[in-house]
Structure formats: structure tokens, C-alpha cells
């Protein structure tokens, strides 16, 4: 149920979208404008829930829950046509400490391409979890780059002031390890949003949303396969990777139309 979980909170924006009509025109709205953000994004759900790892002081495999920590590297592109949104965001999440809930009982190797080959090796589950700041993962940051569009919905307008809640699907790539390559996936968002005018040209823009995003398991299909089995997982868990996490940024707007 976890793994759905980002697809089912964004249920409800989407519907209002269908149901309420826009007009770019209304108390005198731009139809194009240019907006840079910057901003804090705080993770919810960490995006890898759980991976093999071996552990270097006796070779055999653990299996580890990820976290990701809040960042301030959180950039965004947008572009406002008629009400519709588009934007590139780029964010980097540093890894945080590991938590061992599974423990091998002998040694294993590592394949080439960064999975376990832990054929035969029996698990059992450490209670409690061991804590642990030992880095796992080859690269310093789970890397993520989305490109997304949709709509705005109006729901406060004044001359100096206007408040709208913003609705987006699109497209995310994932790279968890350095030169693993990206796992792509769907990610969406909804929150709320304000404008604040500072003149016809340029406006500050306050913006909260919460963002969902389902990829292709990041630990690749068959390991993720194993880490279900071991585990005792679900196919669900096997095949996807979920995070949840909000972010707040602040930027400028640009009104170019």
C-alpha cells in the first residue's frame, strides 16, 4: 500500500481541474510569464526503503533502510502559459544514516553492476534495528530531475495579491548511484501557491506542495525481487521505488505577456 500512496494523495486536485473552468484573462492574469524558484524540500517517505548492501568488516549482506535528508538544493524552471504550468526542477537529497534490519549469514559478492549475488544466504531479522552512519551507496546524493505541466486553479485574486493551488504530473529520473543511470518514473504534486505583485512586470512567488513519485525499483528488478523475498515483501515492493517528500520555495516571476 505504501508504494501507491504517492499516486493516492493527488487524487482530489485532479478532479477539482476537470470540474472548474479557468480564465487567463481574470483580474487582469498574464498569459506567459517566467518564474525562477529556490527552496527547502523535506523528505517523507525516503526513496530507497530497502537495499542490500555488504558491509565491509565481514563481507556479508545487509539489508538496510535508506533516509534522505532535507536539502536546500532545490532549483526550479517554470513557465506559466494561459494558467498551465510547466517546470524543470532539479534537487539533490544527501543520504542520512542506515538502519540494518536483516543480516546474512555468510559472505556474498558484489556484481558489477552493484547488486548482490546472495545466493544461499539465509537472513534474520535484527530486533532492534542497528543504526548506522557507515556510507552504503557509491555516490553522496540521491539525484533527482523532473520535468512536469499542469494547471492552476484560482481560488484568491486581488490587485497586489493572488492565491492558486497548483496541480502537476510528469516525468522524474532518479539516480541513486553514481553512474548506475536513472530510474524514470511519475511523479505528481499539489499545494497551495501565492503571488505577490511588486509591479506589472515582476512579482515574489510563495509556493508549498507535496510530491509523490513512483519509478522502477532503484535497486533494479531482481534485486528488488530479492529484497521482497528476504523480506517478505510484496510484488508491488519488488518492482517500485515511492518517496514522498513537501517542499517550500520562494523566486520571482517574470511577466513577459
Not at 53 to 81: G, H
Not at 115 to 135: F, H, K
Not at 155 to 180: C, D, K, M, R
Not at 236 to 250: E, G, K, P, Q, Y
Request: aromatic share 8%.
Amino acid at each position: 500500500m505504501r508504494r501507491l500512496l504517492p499516486l493516492l494523495l493527488f487524487a482530489a486536485p485532479w478532479l477539482l481541474i476537470g470540474a472548474t473552468p479557468t480564465d487567463a484573462n481574470a483580474q487582469g492574469r498574464s498569459k506567459f510569464a517566467l518564474e525562477f524558484r529556490v527552496g527547502f524540500a523535506l523528505p517523507i517517505e525516503d526513496y530507497v526503503e530497502t537495499k542490500t548492501v555488504l558491509i565491509s568488516e565481514d563481507n556479508r549482506p545487509r539489508i538496510v533502510d535508506l533516509t534522505n535528508e532535507p536539502t536546500f538544493a532545490n532549483f526550479s524552471l517554470l513557465a506559466d502559459i494561459r494558467d498551465i504550468e510547466l517546470s524543470l526542477s532539479v534537487r539533490q537529497f544527501a543520504w542520512g544514516d542506515s538502519l540494518i534490519r536483516y543480516e546474512g549469514d555468510r559472505p556474498a559478492q558484489e556484481l558489477s553492476e552493484g547488486n548482490i549475488d546472495d545466493a544461499g544466504v539465509q537472513y534474520t531479522r535484527l530486533d532492534p534495528p542497528i543504526t548506522t552512519d557507515e556510507p552504503l551507496v557509491s555516490s553522496n546524493s540521491l539525484n533527482l530531475f523532473t520535468i512536469c505541466a499542469g494547471q492552476r486553479i484560482y481560488i484568491l485574486e486581488s490587485g497586489l495579491f493572488q492565491a492558486y493551488i497548483p496541480a502537476t504530473i510528469g516525468v522524474s529520473f532518479a539516480e541513486v548511484t553514481s553512474g548506475s543511470g536513472n530510474n524514470v518514473g511519475v511523479i505528481l504534486a499539489t499545494g497551495v501557491a501565492a503571488d505577490v505583485v511588486i509591479s506589472d512586470l515582476i512579482a515574489v512567488v510563495l509556493d508549498a506542495r507535496i510530491h509523490g513519485m513512483l519509478t522502477e525499483n532503484a535497486s533494479g528488478v531482481s534485486q528488488g525481487a530479492q529484497n521482497a523475498s528476504a523480506t517478505d515483501g510484496t510484488i508491488i515492493s519488488a518492482l517500485t521505488s515511492s518517496m514522498v517528500f513537501v517542499t517550500f520555495d520562494v523566486g520571482a516571476r517574470f511577466t513577459l505577456y
